[in-house]
């Protein structure tokens, strides 16, 4: 039996992930690139994009025998094209908190939130912007929808990542028709040479074959791969993260924590009211979710890393990347459940659910405050989830049930810490699979696994459920009363500390 191909153009890495017949990881590689920030906007540089697709093929063992591909990436954000699929503007990324008004506006318009990082409320404030490249667009698409089209030649995404471009409609997984209506109404005064529907990628459900890799793609692979690969609906990050925690069916959720961080809550019943903090997107089958997301998590811990890794190396000490947060991360265990009076805010980016348009990376402390490395770590640990918290109490108020929280990607890699102090912000059992470091490269397999395996009528959720996590390790850690007091507390003051952040914004 052969193998399944994932490839995820996240924040910080471009990951590749193959597993084997039995769903496990057996192979890997990474490219690192990052987001620059060039004339107002976080953008990335596409060109590194295909260098670092063909560095992450070139590390993958045995990558002959890949039997499905599936490519995803950073969700929402706004790549527009003219008819021949030129850019016509650089890549607005999901960070840019630019569109306050276009959000707004679609908000009300819809009766659904629409936050300001999906590509519907970038396209619409270029539009009410009356920016030039307007009249040549012809496509808009994310990154995981572009980098698709280039292998396989096939524009479209997958419903989950869909589900981030413009509202769905879950009965019958294709964009909202009367929300669709009512935004070409309103666009009927601007004599656009487009139609919206026009101009937006396919939607696919997971398991429907979404192309195969081309000639010209395989070229792009530098010839890794075989002309004819089948490939699955490519996927946003928050979807690959649902299957890759077995989290697709009603009252599961999963927690994404890297440079962003996000919770996804599978819904039982819509929500009583529009909340701008909560996006409803989809699971990769189609299945409502309420998205808690927020665009800081850990850029600022891992700056800090850096910078006691260089302290470090001034008397002599030489440790690996991995050694570092291993040894920082459990000295944080040693802090104080309330951090000891030290508060971080780890704004580098402006952060929906707060309301700020920009961020400013911070420590305070009072003057009695406990300032030990212990409870300086724990503190900066506790900022990569506090404003998610926020959000979360928004689900607790509209009586959201969740059974299980399992939390993947970077934040959670040393074991028992991460996890331990999400138990305490989430106030509920938070679980980790051994899987739990490969995130969302690993959820990408997978779908492309059900897309070459699955039987007539077999569901993402059962599929998940009975062939490839019934037997997979996990730890649970339940929150403990000290750690539910001390993050409490910690909260109290953090929401305080949100005044001194604002501030901080207007003034620096």
């Known amino acids: 039996m052969g193998s399944y191909l994932g490839i995820e153009f996240g924040s910080t890495r471009i990951k590749a992930v193959a597993i084997d017949g039995q769903y496990r990881p057996v192979s890997s590689g990474e490219f690192t690139w990052g987001a620059k920030y060039e004339n107002g906007v976080w953008t990335y540089d596409l060109s590194l994009a295909t260098e670092g697709l063909r560095a992450v093929l070139s ?207 599978v819904l039982e019943h819509d929500l009583q009211h529009v909340y701008e903090e909560i996006d409803m997107v989809t699971t990769p089958a189609g299945r409502p979710v309420a998205m808690v997301h927020c665009n800081n998590c850990t850029a600022d811990s891992n700056a800090w890393v850096s910078v006691l890794g260089e302290a470090a190396r001034l008397f002599g000490a030489a440790p690996t990347d991995g050694e570092l947060f291993t040894a920082l991360y459990k000295k944080s265990l040693e802090g104080e459940a309330d951090c000891g009076g030290v508060l971080t805010c780890n704004y580098l980016a402006g952060e929906g659910i707060t309301h700020l348009d920009a961020g400013r990376a911070m420590v305070v402390r009072r003057p009695e405050a406990r300032f030990t490395l212990a409870n300086f770590l724990r503190s900066m640990l506790y900022a990569t989830m506090a404003t998610l918290r926020l959000g979360m109490d928004i689900l607790d108020a509209e009586n959201v049930t969740v059974d299980t929280l399992t939390g993947h990607g970077g934040l959670f890699k040393t074991p028992g810490v991460a996890q331990r102090y999400m138990a305490a912000a989430c106030n509920t059992a938070v679980s980790c699979m051994e899987t739990a470091g490969e995130g969302g490269p690993y959820g990408m397999a997978l779908l492309a696994a059900y897309r070459a395996n699955k039987c007539e009528g077999e569901s993402l959720d059962r599929y998940l459920e009975d062939r490839v996590f019934r037997n997979v390790c996990r730890t649970v850690l339940k929150p403990t009363q000290e750690d539910l007091d001390g993050f409490a507390a910690y909260m109290e003051d953090y929401k305080k500390l949100l005044r001194v952040e604002n501030t901080a914004v207007s003034v620096l």
């Open 59 to 265: 590390q993958i063992e045995g990558i002959k025998t890949v039997e499905a591909v599936g490519i995803s990436g950073m969700m929402h954000g706004y790549l527009a094209f003219d008819k021949d699929w030129n850019l016509l503007t650089p890549f607005r990324t999901w960070q840019n908190t630019i569109t306050a008004q276009a959000a707004k506006e679609l908000t009300e318009l819809f009766g659904f939130n629409v936050p300001q990082r999906w590509s519907i409320a970038h396209l619409y404030q270029a539009v009410l912007n009356r920016e030039e490249h307007i009249p040549q667009v012809a496509h808009i698409t994310t990154l995981a929808g572009y980098m698709h089209y280039l292998l396989t030649g096939v524009n479209a995404v997958g419903v989950g990542e869909a589900s981030g471009i413009f509202p769905i409609d879950s009965e019958n997984l294709c964009y909202d028709e009367e929300m669709m209506r009512k935004l070409e109404k309103r666009l009927e005064g601007e004599n656009l040479p487009w139609n919206v529907r026009d101009v937006l990628p396919r939607v696919l459900a997971a398991g429907e074959p979404a192309g195969e890799l081309t000639a010209a793609g395989a070229q792009l692979c530098g010839g890794r791969l075989a002309v004819g690969t089948p490939f699955a609906p490519p996927e946003g990050d928050a979807g690959t993260g649902m299957v890759a925690t077995n989290a697709v069916a009603p009252r599961t959720g999963n927690i994404s924590a890297g440079t962003s961080i996000f919770s996804m809550v």
